[in-house]
């Protein structure tokens, strides 16, 4: 008999995580690696936000809560999308989960059946395809190149419509390219949108508070969107919160209220601590995430300009987020000593072992021309990486 589901034998590990896990073996042998491969801002939680959890813990808040989260929490959710993003909801219209993760695979669950299709743009989050996978759908990329600065055009969206089309999920900024819609852009997508009106709309906007030119822009934002899109965000990545696991959703009522019942029967609500702490987030000083916001641009300044000038680089500028996707190809067919880099693949194993500088590869993310990079370190560990990975190149011929 066997044992395990053909849902999880047929699961690709996360590469992310598994480039993440070699790190470490390598550090627990006494191996200086700098770990470029996860996507987890080093600052620590601001203080305000810290200060509220443990006001928490001493007020008591130790025990269940509502499955869709605390009714304040959501109308302070409400509050901060109103304000910030011009878009009205209802409590009833927000669904907080442990994490953005948890968020999105709620939503896929909840309007997938199974060869439904969903659109896809290339590259894309590195969980996005299996979750699609676990739920039953199928994948239709829309693939994009660094010359495009990995953004899709309307042409290539309208393209990829077929009567199974459900949904469409993207990011913006995104990861793993760091690339920012425009609300030009946006409006060039909604007027495809608005000619399929069955289509749900799924826009993860985790990073908006990482971004480098001019204010956030949402496709609910745009004619006719709000009513047919879902925005997922959260706190890990703008305010230093990775670990205490708090996300949520924006979403038609329906929608919102099937999620609900579907996280009911799987994790119920987030922890109650997180929870109270994330209305001090939403409603508090922002003054840190500015701060952090200026550290990043710095970072991404720093990183872009070694880049440019590794031979067979070719990174795009990212707007947002903290991560380079650079094409890589240039590289592929060279080789130093024994090793022969054949793939984007065979180019991280190689940064990993030779320049001890963790990447991951672009394969994981819908483009085998690339590979990811997070600049979520110090400048000074960054630029000893750079050092460490222009070493390995110019080793290749």
Not at 221 to 248: D, H
Not at 351 to 367: R, S
């Amino acid at each position: 008999m066997r044992l395990l589901s053909d849902r999880i034998l047929h699961l690709e590990e996360s590469q992310t995580l598994a480039m993440a896990q070699r790190s470490r073996e390598l550090t627990a042998k006494g191996i200086d690696v700098i770990n470029l491969s996860l996507g987890e801002p080093d600052f620590q939680t601001p203080e305000h936000i810290r200060s509220a959890a443990k006001k928490a813990i001493d007020d008591g808040y130790s025990f269940y809560t509502p499955v869709a989260g605390y009714l304040d929490l959501r109308q302070a959710i409400v509050t901060k999308l109103e304000r910030d993003n011009g878009l009205a909801y209802s409590p009833e219209q927000i669904v907080v989960s442990t994490g953005a993760k948890q968020s999105i695979i709620n939503v896929l669950l909840c309007l997938i059946n199974p060869g439904d299709e969903v659109l896809l743009p290339t590259p894309f989050w590195v969980s996005y395809e299996s979750m699609i996978q676990l739920s039953e759908g199928k994948t239709v990329r829309i693939n994009s190149t660094v010359e495009q600065n990995f953004k899709i055009t309307a042409t290539q969206l309208e393209a990829a419509i077929t009567p199974k089309t459900k949904a469409f999920l993207f990011s913006s900024p995104c990861n793993p390219t760091g690339s920012v819609y425009t609300r030009a852009e946006l409006e060039s997508l909604a007027a495809v949108f608005r000619k399929y009106p069955d289509i749900i709309l799924i826009s993860d906007e985790i990073y908006e508070h990482i971004r480098y030119n001019g204010d956030h822009h949402s496709i609910a934002q745009c004619e006719g969107m709000q009513e047919r899109t879902v925005v997922v965000n959260g706190l890990s990545k703008g305010f230093a919160m990775t670990g205490w696991r708090l996300g949520y959703i924006a979403a038609p009522l329906e929608l919102a209220r099937a999620c609900v019942k579907l996280q009911g029967q799987f994790t119920s609500a987030t922890n109650s601590i997180a929870q109270r702490a994330a209305i001090v987030a939403m409603l508090g000083d922002m003054k840190p995430t500015a701060e952090m916001n200026e550290a990043f641009l710095n970072r991404r300044n720093l990183v872009l300009h070694r880049l440019k000038a590794m031979p067979g680089v070719v990174p795009n500028e990212p707007d947002g987020a903290f991560y380079f996707f650079p094409d890589v190809s240039a590289l592929f067919g060279k080789k130093a000593g024994n090793m022969i880099i054949q793939n984007a693949d065979d180019l991280a194993t190689y940064l990993l072992e030779e320049a001890h500088v963790a990447v991951v590869t672009g394969e994981a993310f819908g483009n085998s021309n690339c590979i990811r990079l997070s600049y979520a370190t110090s400048e000074a560990k960054l630029a000893l990486a750079m050092d460490r990975m222009e070493k390995a190149i110019l080793k290749l011929s």
